[in-house]
Each structure stands twice: as C-alpha cells, then as structure tokens.
T-cell receptor
Framework: GQNIDQPTEMTATEGAIVQINCTYQ??????LFWYQQHAGEAPTFLSY????GLEEKGRFSSFLSRSKGYSYLLLKELQMKDSASYLC??????????FGAGTTVTVRA | GAVVSQHPSRVICKSGTSVKIECRSL??????MFWYRQFPKQSLMLMAT?????????EQGVEKDKFLINHASLTLSTLTVTSAHPEDSSFYIC??????????????FGPGTRLTVL
C-alpha cells in the first residue's frame, strides 16, 4: 500500500518562508509531485522530483531524498495568494498517483 | 500546454437519478485518464483508471456497477454515477496522462465537478 504523510496545517506571515515536509512509503517509486489546490478548484502542478536533490523554480523549491523517503516544498517570499492546500503525491510503478492528505497553508498579513 | 475540461462544473440532482460527467483532453490525446473523488478537507482518492478502448480498472472499495466509466476516444472519458445518493455528494476530478517535456508521466487535471445529491 501507499502511505504519504504531511502536516495538516501551517501558518506563516506574508514575506516569510514556509517548508512543508512530506514522508512516503510506497510500493514502487517513479517520482514525487507537489500540487497547489485552492478551495473548490482542481490541483495545479508545482514541481516534480525523481532524482535526489533540490529543484528550484522561482519562489518555490522542492527537495527529494529517495533513501529517506522524504521531500519538502519550500515557499519563499510568501504572498497572500499562496494561501492554499499543498498536496504531496507519489507516482508508483503502475503510474498511479497517490496523494497525501494535503497541508493547508494560511498566509497572514 | 495540456488542457483538460470537465462538464458540468456543478450539478444538483435528486436521490435515485443518474449523473454523467465528461472529461476531455482538449489539445492532446490521452490513452489513460483517471477519476478521483475528493470529500471536504480530504485529499484526492483515486477511483478508477480509464483506458481508451478497454475496461476501466477500479480501486478497491469502488463499486464498478455504480460508477460507470467509458473511454470511447483518445480525448473523452465519461463517469456516470448511477442511482446517486446523498453520500455520493463530492468533488469529482478527472486527469489525463501525458508524457511531459522532461520525459516523465504527468497528469493534467480537469477543473472538477461538484455533485450534490439531495
């Protein structure tokens, strides 16, 4: 089976940095995705990691350690519009996506 | 880009009726589409994998006779919720798989359909 854990909620101040951790135990691994989801909308793609290391994309960075079954999403220079749910998802050998429960990030002024 | 549409975006129906949701990949062909369900404040749960020209593969606990999936073409998959009941009220999201420029298998999500069964 798949087990993907991430914190339920995080709160941060506008302009600050927040790191969302994700640990996973899955049968097979073909990469890890981070998605952003605003309430009532579909998820939108943020990042994909398949090799160990850090991928940077503007204000968002994602890190992966396959040996530790661990990833994090780093959000820098937080803006109010970044308030959303952030989903960690692992794609397994059969190309199915398994999602974590999501981390709700609230950005305060 | 890769755009996936869903129709309708919102539907309210009476208990016992059937509802059909369409998922279309607008600018690419998708041999595989996925159907998810999301209850409030929960994550997406995969219901089934829809393959063009063959029967859908359902996840454990999902009733295939209740959630009928048809993938008639490379750009269209439909999910029919038969004899809907209030507990079927949920946010249904489809995705279409495509090989991204980085060579990995990426899923592009539709905007979702909010189903409310009275």
């Amino acid at each position: 089976g798949q087990n993907i854990d991430q914190p339920t909620e995080m709160t941060a101040t506008e302009g600050a940095i927040v790191q969302i951790n994700c640990t996973y135990q899955t049968s097979g691994f073909n990469g890890l995705f981070w998605y952003q989801q605003h309430a009532g909308e579909a998820p939108t793609f943020l990042s994909y990691n398949v090799l160990d290391g850090l991928e940077e994309k503007g204000r968002f960075s994602s890190f992966l350690s396959r040996s530790k079954g661990y990833s994090y999403l780093l959000l820098k220079e937080l803006q109010m519009k970044d308030s959303a749910s952030y989903l960690c998802a692992v794609i397994s050998n059969d190309y199915k996506l398994s999602f974590g429960a999501g981390t709700t990030v609230t950005v305060r002024a | 880009g890769a755009v996936v549409s869903q129709h309708p975006s919102r539907v309210i129906c009476k208990s016992g009726t059937s509802v059909k949701i369409e998922c279309r990949s607008l600018d690419f062909q998708a041999t595989t589409m996925f159907w998810y369900r999301q209850f409030p404040k929960q994550s997406l749960m995969l219901m089934a994998t829809s393959n063009e020209g063959s029967k859908a593969t359902y996840e454990q606990g999902v009733e295939k006779d209740k959630f009928l999936i048809n993938h008639a073409s490379l750009t269209l998959s439909t999910l029919t919720v038969t004899s809907a009941h209030p507990e079927d009220s949920s946010f249904y999201i489809c995705s279409a798989a495509k090989i991204a420029s980085g060579g990995y298998n990426e899923q592009f999500f539709g905007p979702g359909t909010r189903l409310t069964v009275l």
